[in-house]
């Protein structure tokens, strides 16, 4: 079966009208840049409320004060992966602050120079409602998916959402991204590369991910389905994903008119 005919097949799965082979969001900000996209000066940024802080992450929603009309800006601080190369680097310039002594352990907080340790940061600008609900921070529940809740709830919900919020998945198919870039670029060899889609994804046009297998961020049970899970079901029964039970996890706030749904019929 060839990779049109595969998907053709998978509607629950990418609950979708096409493929998009969407590579790491890192790579896409890359060619991004080489294209000579904009940029934003975070010292424009005003602050209107936090949305989510985590250990590894601190989302917040404000608006540049240079855009009169105040658009929603969401920006998502992230830490970045450390550098082994700069590990004498880090050493020399790491400054500790003691936190807690006891017999032969110890923790201290500690500061790093700028360029060892970057941070990541992500503008979602202008960004809808969605966008900030999906990084607020929320509940989240298991959901139990039937064939019968599937028609009744999931289907009838993916066919009201408006086609123009597909938009930022176009963006990325017109970088021509795609495994061979990885390799070519980045030197990841195919059996580091995890592929998978979202089931219930963000946008409902059904696109493949890429990430190095020591990523984790969206790789989770109830989120993360793999491809080479799909094609072997696929291979076993080309109607399995219209008749079988899917669990999956979603959110009070980022997934909220689908969470209503399901809360309505009592399955969640």
Request: with cysteine.
């Amino acid at each position: 079966m060839g990779l049109a005919g595969l998907m053709s097949q998978v509607e629950r799965v990418g609950a979708g009208v096409g493929v998009a082979a969407v590579v790491m969001y890192a790579l896409w900000t890359w060619q991004q840049a080489v294209l000579g996209a904009g940029s934003k000066r975070l010292q424009d940024f005003r602050l209107v409320r936090v949305l989510k802080t985590t250990d590894t992450e601190l989302a917040l929603l404000g608006n540049f004060a240079s855009d009169r009309k105040k658009k929603a800006a969401v920006i998502v601080i992230q830490t970045a992966p450390l550098n082994a190369g700069s590990l004498s680097q880090l050493l020399v310039g790491l400054s500790l602050h003691e936190i807690l002594l006891n017999d032969i352990y110890s923790t201290y907080q500690g500061d790093v120079p700028r360029d060892i340790k970057p941070f990541k940061i992500n503008v979602i600008y202008p960004a809808t409602e969605g966008h900030v609900r999906k990084h607020t921070d929320q509940k989240f529940h298991m959901v139990v998916e039937t064939k019968e809740a599937y028609r009744k709830i999931t289907k009838p919900h993916i066919d009201s959402i408006p086609a123009e919020k597909l938009e930022w998945v176009y963006n990325i198919l017109e970088q021509n991204a795609s495994l061979e870039v990885l390799s070519e670029k980045f030197g990841v060899r195919a059996s580091s590369v995890r592929m998978y889609v979202h089931y219930q994804p963000t946008y409902y046009h059904l696109h493949v991910h890429f990430s190095h297998v020591k990523m984790i961020h969206g790789t989770f049970t109830g989120k993360a389905v793999l491809l080479e899970d799909i094609i072997y079901n696929l291979s076993c029964s080309a109607d399995h994903y219209k008749n079988a039970t899917l669990s999956f996890v979603v959110g009070e706030m980022q997934h909220k008119p689908l969470f209503e749904l399901f809360r309505e019929k009592h399955i969640i």
